[in-house]
Nanobody, 112 residues
């Protein structure tokens, strides 16, 4: 199996996007999932985490704007991103903590 992200793209400031992270056949339902962002020239930073039973934790930079969720029946995690800002631009990755598997990343660009 592999971790596959989707849902990135271009959006104007104030807009919304929803990212998906599918991890079929990888013990998804017992694994916590992390969402990370890497902006050009910056290190990869942790934005949100969701436990196997849905408990979430957020970085201050996205608290109140981003919502992590999951559907264990679909082996998929989601990151709903609202009120996007230009500084949210970057490559977004999900990480399946069981086995430490990373997705390939999906580009998010916020600009007018």
């Amino acid at each position: 199996g592999q971790v596959v992200e989707s849902g990135g793209g271009w959006v104007e400031p104030g807009g919304s996007l929803r990212l998906s992270c599918e991890a079929s056949g990888m013990m998804f339902n017992i694994s916590a999932v992390g969402w990370y962002r890497q902006a050009p020239g910056n290190e990869r930073e942790l934005l949100a985490q969701i436990t196997s039973d849905g408990i979430t934790v957020y970085a201050d930079s996205v608290e109140g704007r981003f919502i992590a969720s999951r559907d264990n029946a679909k082996d998929t995690a989601y990151l709903q991103m609202n009120d996007l800002k230009p500084e949210d631009t970057g490559v977004y990755y999900c990480k399946l903590y069981f086995g430490m598997h990373w997705g390939q990343g999906t580009q998010v660009t916020v600009s007018s």
